[in-house]
């Protein structure tokens, strides 16, 4: 298994991008929202990966960290779901909206990915919603680094309220997410605060 490649990034391809380790270039499928991370060719980058060998190809996927490998991971085991829709998936959104989305069962945002319908997002939350470790969930505005976000069925809960009032899902979640709430914050509390911070742009 090639667990990552490390190496000086000579091009980009119209799938992803080549890097050169050992005078072996690799040619990388990568999300979209990646390559806009990625340095201009020339400079070194280090990207995990996941090799998928098929009865007529082999192809290497590359992601910015060991997270986002694992998360394309739980995704392609995800029935309808291949590497390539999963790869669309993640180019859509980062990993932390991908797994609010599954969690608050915010199928609209997930469908935004192209390739990607209304049904298979909505498997994909089904199926996935119990392996999603928000533990691993990273710092929203506010909150000190490293500190988790608090996911709870309240905030799952005004997630969908504020969809229900017109607010984009994406706007709710980032919304939601950089509150600085406690665990034992009711729906109100956490809409309240949300309505506040809307308040101010």
């Known amino acids: 298994m090639i667990y990552y490649v490390k190496g000086i990034l000579t ?3 119209e799938e992803g991008a080549v890097l050169e380790a050992g005078g072996v270039g690799y040619h990388l499928i990568i999300p979209a929202s990646l390559r806009a991370e990625l340095p201009a060719p020339g400079e070194e980058v280090k990207l995990y990966t996941y090799y998928q060998v098929g009865e007529d190809s082999q192809k290497l996927y590359g992601f910015s960290d060991r997270e986002a490998r694992n998360l394309f ?3 392609i085991k995800v029935s309808g779901i291949g590497p390539k829709l999963a790869v669309s998936v993640m180019g859509t959104l980062s990993v932390d909206e991908l797994r609010l989305a599954v969690i608050a069962g915010d199928a609209k945002a ?3 990915a192209p390739g990607m319908g209304k049904k298979t997002a909505e498997k994909l939350i089904l199926e ?3 392996k999603i470790d928000v533990s691993q969930l ?3 505005p ?3 680094a490293g500190a988790p976000v608090v996911v709870t069925d309240a905030f799952s809960e005004a997630v969908a309220a504020l969809q229900a009032l017109g607010y984009s899902s994406s706007e709710a979640l980032k919304t939601v997410r950089s509150l600085e709430a406690d665990e034992d ?4 509390q ?3 605060a949300a309505f506040r911070k809307l308040a101010m742009f």
Do not use: F, N, R
């Open 185 to 188: 914050w009711t729906v109100d």
């Open 142 to 144: 506010g909150k000190a």
């Open 138 to 140: 990273v710092t929203g």
């Open 190 to 192: 956490i809409l309240e």
């Open 73 to 75: 991971m739980q995704l």
């Open 128 to 130: 996935m919603k119990d």
């Open 11 to 13: 091009e980009y391809t």
């Open 110 to 112: 997930i469908a935004q």
